[in-house]
């Protein structure tokens, strides 16, 4: 039995979120540069992306770009933003084929002009897709978000438009970026690094989390299946008692 048909559709995690790591070393390893790994990474986004929406998952999260990755070194974070832009225009329509909406979390005006355009544009262009909503963070960092959020909530506390009494988990998610979608279900990690690096902190307080040894770029559809096989031997308890 293949690795796929190992999946129970009906079992599915609704929404996945990723944290593609591992891009430098696997160009080191090759004795190329870092944006060599990060060009064919971009083979594994297309890869992970076309296999989620096939498998039926609903909504796909990647961690492209973190606030924290402005400090890499300006030619590498140039060479980044250029890959983004011709990575956009050259997927849209391949988007649109396969019925997928793109969607952006994160502090987006801090990307250069013409990077910032063509994210706006690809986001437009397929605004009305509906079989996946494939979402990318970039600018991003999960305590950027919550003070943005709590900042927000402030402001309505102040004017009067929100009881503060009345503030618990549901007021707080309305404020993030993720307000239009499901907390992540699984989350994996490539490079076989273990942390969370400043992704989703609120979102993932449930989330089962999977790392693999494999470089970003190595990761295709059999190492997705392995982790939904994985997600879906797990007892997921939500802090209760497995039901007898």
């Not at 992970?48 to 909504?59: D, I, M, N, P, R």
């Not at 961690?63 to 225009?89: C, D, H, I, K, Q």
């Not at 019925?99 to 262009?125: S, V």
Request: charged fraction near 25%.
């Amino acid at each position: 039995m293949s690795l796929k048909e190992q999946i129970d559709l009906s079992r599915l995690p609704k929404h996945i979120a990723v944290i593609m790591d591992g891009n430098g070393r696997w160009a080191k390893q090759r004795g190329k540069n870092r944006i060599f790994g990060h060009t064919n990474g971009v083979k594994a986004v297309r890869e992970t992306t076309e296999s989620c929406a096939e498998l039926g998952v609903k909504f796909l999260t990647l961690y492209a770009f973190s606030t924290e990755n402005w400090g890499r070194p300006r030619a590498e974070v140039s060479a980044l933003m250029e890959l983004l832009v011709r990575t956009l225009r050259k997927e849209t329509k391949q988007l649109n084929e396969n019925n997928i909406r793109l969607n952006a979390i994160g502090n987006i005006n801090t990307l250069p002009k013409r990077c910032h355009q063509e994210l706006l544009d690809a986001i437009e262009m397929t605004t009305n897709n509906t079989r996946m909503t494939l979402t990318l963070a970039l600018s991003y960092s999960a305590r950027w978000e919550m003070t943005k959020a709590i900042q927000r909530i402030a402001q309505a506390a102040a004017a009067g438009q929100l009881d503060p009494s009345q503030v618990n988990d549901q007021v707080i998610s309305s404020y993030l970026e993720t307000a239009d979608m499901p907390d992540p279900e699984l989350l994996i990690r490539t490079s076989g690094e273990h942390r969370i690096s400043n992704f989703l902190l609120w979102q993932i307080a449930y989330t089962e989390l999977y790392f693999t040894q494999n470089f970003w770029p190595d990761f295709n559809e059999e190492e997705l299946y392995k982790a939904i096989i994985d997600f879906q031997s797990r007892d997921r308890r939500f802090g209760k008692l497995s039901p007898t």
